[in-house]
């Protein structure tokens, strides 16, 4: 590390802009310019890189603490283990966050709050691998990036525009409205997730149902809640109702 | 646009397990942590290590496995894989740690090859040691940086916060939080320095 010049704050959010991909096309090609035929500038990208690699890996290494403390009983982590693998991922989780929030004590009530049971039950849908290529959906798939960083309002603002071209795609009105839900936006997630349901195309379907269903759930629409989610075949969805029926 | 992988396959589902990984998914990273570590665990005790030892060689390879999937070192093409992997790191990680204990001449003599300049490969290796000397600095200094910008640096760097949240978290407007988010990096960086 080079102790001798100092980085701007606007020089060095430019750099992570660069290294964390939040750049536009233009400016990370602007960026790469620069690179070219300023060398002091790449001493610094290589500098930062290396902060910020250290930051994240010294905040690891401390969470992998909190991780070996709770650490589960050996003998029934090896049973468990080899049936989780045949488990999709998502349900992995879910199991996951189950488990954990009925540690947490929940098991003493007979019959939770339904902003309990929202709570227990939602996740944010965890979105679609992006992968870096030159396809003419790039801008898609850069929000699901922020999506996936939880950067929801960014992905709507980019997602808003190409759902004005194609109002009628499935995917693009899924993950607004996911992207609404996960921000606590409820009453502005419906009508994107319900204009999926309504839509030839199944592939998103059942989750729409799913989430629909959630949403009442936590607006305390219950009637509504139940409708929706009978209309989901998800796992989750009948024990959401078998709660609701208690 | 249609969704890319209509049905989940166990391609996709690692493609996933990938890509939350890279942006520090707390679940995913949890549960390979817990699905891993007695395996190696066992490994290890088998192979005449204590308990201390293999907690110790097991994160050191989880942090290398990270790190690997962060610089896309590693492409896993299926679920199975990003374990073995694991596995195979913590092991090898194991047997050097009981060769250079038991042989520790072999190991001073490697590395004196280093110094060879005319050697491609071991100016290569020269500025990757140089690289990992400067992280360890920065890893060292950020451990013993100041409670309230490690909770900054860490809700935006490790846990991919937006400035906007934080902010609010904070309860600061999103220019003077970004202004103590550099003032932050600045000083992290002084005490890195400060280190070496």
């Known amino acids: 590390m080079n102790p001798n010049y100092n980085i701007t704050q606007a020089e060095l959010e430019r750099i992570e802009g660069y290294i964390n991909k939040t750049m536009t096309f233009e400016e990370a090609s602007a960026f790469e310019e620069n690179l070219k035929n300023d060398p002091d500038l790449k001493n610094r990208l290589e500098d930062i890189r290396i902060m910020l690699l250290g930051i994240e890996s010294q905040a690891l290494k401390e969470k992998l603490e909190e991780f070996h403390a709770e650490l589960p009983e050996n003998k029934t982590q090896t049973k468990e283990s080899s049936k989780v693998k045949y488990l999709n991922f998502k349900k992995v989780i879910a199991i996951a966050a189950m488990v954990v929030i009925s540690l947490g004590g929940y098991w003493f009530f007979t019959k939770e709050t339904n902003a309990n049971l929202y709570a227990k039950y939602y996740s944010p849908d965890p979105g679609l691998p992006t992968t870096m290529s030159t396809s003419d959906n790039f801008t898609f798939y850069d929000a699901m990036v922020n999506y996936k960083r939880k950067d929801y309002n960014l992905a709507i603002s980019k997602w808003e525009p190409l759902l004005a071209k194609k109002p009628e795609n499935d995917t693009l009105n899924y993950f607004i409205g996911s992207a609404y839900l996960a921000k606590g936006k409820e009453g502005l997630a419906i009508p994107y997730l319900q204009k999926v349901t309504k839509l030839e195309v199944e592939t998103f379907k059942n989750e729409a149902y799913y989430y629909i269903g959630l949403a009442y759930l936590k607006t305390e629409n219950i009637e509504l809640a139940k409708q929706n989610l009978n209309l989901s075949t998800f796992n989750n969805s009948k024990e959401i109702l078998n709660e609701l029926n208690k | ?196």
């Open chain 2, 1 to 196: 646009m249609q969704k890319i992988e209509s049905q989940l396959n166990t391609e996709t589902e690692s493609t996933q397990i990938i890509e939350l990984i890279k942006i520090n998914d707390e679940g995913v990273l949890k549960t390979l942590y817990h699905s891993n570590f007695h395996k190696i665990e066992a490994f290890i005790l088998k192979n005449s290590g204590t308990k201390e030892q293999a907690k110790d060689i097991f994160q050191e390879a989880f942090i290398a496995v990270w790190k690997n999937v962060k610089t896309n070192k590693f492409q896993a093409q299926t679920n199975h894989s990003i374990n073995g992997y694991l596995y195979t790191i913590s092991k090898n990680k194991w047997m050097d740690y009981l060769r250079s204990k038991h042989h520790k001449k072999t190991v001073v003599t490697s590395k004196l090859n280093h110094f060879e300049i005319s050697d491609k490969n071991a100016l290569d290796k020269d500025d990757d040691i140089l690289k990992e000397n400067r992280l360890q600095g920065v890893m060292e200094a950020f451990k013993s940086l100041g409670l309230p910008c490690k909770n900054l640096l860490t809700k935006f760097y490790f846990e991919k916060k937006s400035m906007n949240i934080i902010a609010k978290e904070l309860q600061l407007d999103p220019a003077s939080a970004r202004n103590k988010k550099y003032r932050c990096m600045k000083k992290l960086r002084e005490l890195a320095l400060k280190d070496n």
